[in-house]
């Protein structure tokens, strides 16, 4: 369990014994013979269960369950006394213990009490804990949301977080998934350990398995010793599967058995490997299109999406955009140790005009470009880029090619200036140029060869 507790009487027998019971149980115990001395110990903080006599010379049990409570709340007590009466049993209770056992006491009966103590100590922590949690991202612009289409989806990671059900998140590239993945995690019980993310795009498709399930020494040329995957190390903790429809067909097959089993192999090892992993996986492309395409499972597809989650795009809720400008303006002055403090309403009016078809990321990323050029403190319409100022067809709509241009030349210029119009957004880029994100990584690389 590796929870503290601390047992506080003045026979040493009773000491020692519930020690050696406590401590075979995994618990770490620490004693004491009076109640000043237990008093310095539960200051520093740390003790997770208090065992303590009633009777005691100077600080009795009573003064001291006093004095536990207002220094450390979370503490649960439980009183042990030989001269048991209801009156003590209930003035005990009243002051906040959580259970009351008489000498001479059975092993079961302290071990369950015990038990059940340290089980609601971890109960009210984990609240507490959720409770910062969910503050602490009621402080953030998704929260903070007047579109009633991002409330509801709040709503629903509210209700969702808690469970281990498996989540699907939709949209387009640049709404937020990624965000979203980040709240369901933090607001679950798998808080306390890292999510694991893997973007299934960026990862080779040669590669992909030996990085998600791991693999032997000796598995394939260069596997020199073993590598634990993905998985496991995600066990106990979530992972995000970040564009999931770009994922091979046979690696496909290994996670269906991953969510009805539980369960894999690592490359070039027969043993079975259990994982406790929770799934969230995001795609900004049309599932059911690709299963009708024969390109991706439709009981991976179902598996999956036992929870789904779709992102409007930043369009649909153009009332979140003003909260979203103060937020990077915020975060990016304190960044760029810079003192922007506000935003013209005509340059407010363009932001809200433009359609933003790189969506969150691309406004998020205008706003730091205008936060570092700015001059005076408040961004006005000269500081905004000109496809947002300008209600005419935007220059970056349209590439001017040369005739007789070479076509290994044509695909590295329609490359550049289509990502220089996403501002770097992949996703988006591939969707303009009508190939997968794979692919257009496997371009970007041989273009900077």
């Not at 059940?116 to 959720?130: F, G, P, R, S, V």
């Not at 949209?171 to 709240?183: L, R």
């Not at 490359?267 to 690709?290: C, E, F, P, W, Y």
Request: charged share 30%.
């Amino acid at each position: 369990m590796n929870k503290k507790v601390l047992v506080v009487d003045d026979e040493i027998g009773i000491r020692e014994s519930l020690q050696k019971i406590l401590e075979k149980e995994g618990l770490s115990v620490e004693t004491a013979s009076n109640g000043e001395d237990a008093f310095k110990i539960i200051r520093r903080g740390d003790i997770n269960l208090l065992i303590t006599d009633i009777r005691m010379a100077g600080m009795d049990g009573m003064e001291l369950l006093k004095v536990c409570k207002s220094v450390s709340p979370f503490t649960e007590v439980i009183m042990i006394t030989g001269y048991a009466s209801v009156d003590t049993a209930v003035d005990s209770m009243k002051q906040g213990a959580y259970d009351y056992i008489t000498k001479p006491f059975k092993k079961a009966d302290i071990l369950r009490a015990v038990n059940k103590a340290i089980e609601k100590q971890i109960l009210t922590m984990d609240n507490i804990k959720m409770k910062e949690r969910i503050k602490a991202f009621e402080s953030g612009p998704l929260i903070e949301t007047s579109s009633p289409k991002m409330k509801s989806i709040v709503d629903l990671v509210h209700q969702v977080a808690p469970s281990q059900a498996t989540a699907l998140i939709l949209g387009e590239s640049g709404t937020g998934k990624e965000v979203i993945a980040d709240m369901i995690h933090q607001l679950s019980p798998r808080a306390a350990r890292p999510m694991v993310k893997v973007n299934c795009a960026a990862i080779p498709e040669t590669l992909i398995e030996s990085e998600l399930f791991g693999y032997e020494k000796g598995a394939f040329t260069g596997a020199a010793g073993r590598k634990e995957g993905r998985f496991e190390v995600a066990d106990k903790s979530t992972i995000f599967l970040d564009e999931i429809g770009e994922m091979p067909q046979a690696v496909q097959v290994k996670l269906l058995r991953i969510l009805q089993e539980g369960t894999f192999e690592r490359l070039g090892s027969n043993k079975t490997v259990q994982t406790d992993t929770r799934i969230i996986a995001a795609t900004n492309k049309n599932l059911s299109s690709m299963i009708r395409s024969g390109l991706f499972r439709e009981d991976l597809y179902w598996r999956l999406n036992v929870i789904s989650i779709q992102l409007p795009p930043l369009r649909d809720r153009r009332e979140d955009i003003p909260n979203l400008v103060q937020h990077f303006i915020n975060r990016f002055s304190n960044k760029n140790a810079k003192n922007v403090h506000g935003i013209q309403s005509t340059a407010m009016e363009n932001l809200l005009n433009y359609d933003w078809p790189g969506n969150v990321r691309e406004l998020e990323n205008v706003m730091e470009r205008c936060v570092v050029l700015d001059r005076d403190g408040v961004l006005g319409v000269d500081d905004l880029p000109r496809e947002i100022t300008s209600s005419s067809v935007k220059s970056s709509d349209s590439v001017a090619i040369p005739l007789g241009t070479p076509m290994e030349e044509v695909e590295r210029i329609l490359l550049e200036e289509t990502l220089k119009h996403t501002k770097g957004d992949k996703g988006l880029a591939s969707k303009l140029l009508g190939i997968s994100t794979r692919t257009l990584y496997r371009k970007m690389d041989k273009k900077d060869e």
